[in-house]
């Protein structure tokens, strides 16, 4: 049975930078995309961030945190880490990591959480001024 579990959250300060790891346990296999999600109090559940582990296509941003986020996965590890810089308040939300339902690369329609069949508890991410 595939398990994600997240870490690495915290209460920082506007500008501050974070790191977020995934630890995939049950899955071992690096053909599905995956990436994080993150879920603000009354807001939908919004993609971050994504990647296809297998490497053929370039990771996915949300326009909002392009140029401050960075996602990497460590196959041999099995983590998938987020690296958030200059954060603001707008970042803070519960983070979550997720698998993709189907193998393949992410695709233009990588930010549907719907496409998502494995998902971790979440971590929080806090951020104040």
Known sequence: QVRLEESGGGSVQTGDSLRLTCAASGYDDSTN???WF???PDKEREGVAVLFAAG???PYYADSVKGRF????DNAKNTI??????LNHEDTASYY???NKLTGP????WWLFQKYRFWGRGTQVTVSS
């Open 33 to 35: 995309c995956m990436g």
């Open 38 to 40: 993150r879920q603000a």
């Open 56 to 58: 053929t296509e370039n």
């Open 70 to 73: 960075t996602i990497s996965v």
């Open 81 to 86: 880490s987020l690296h958030m810089n200059n």
């Open 97 to 99: 990591c997720a698998i």
């Open 106 to 109: 992410c695709g233009i329609s």
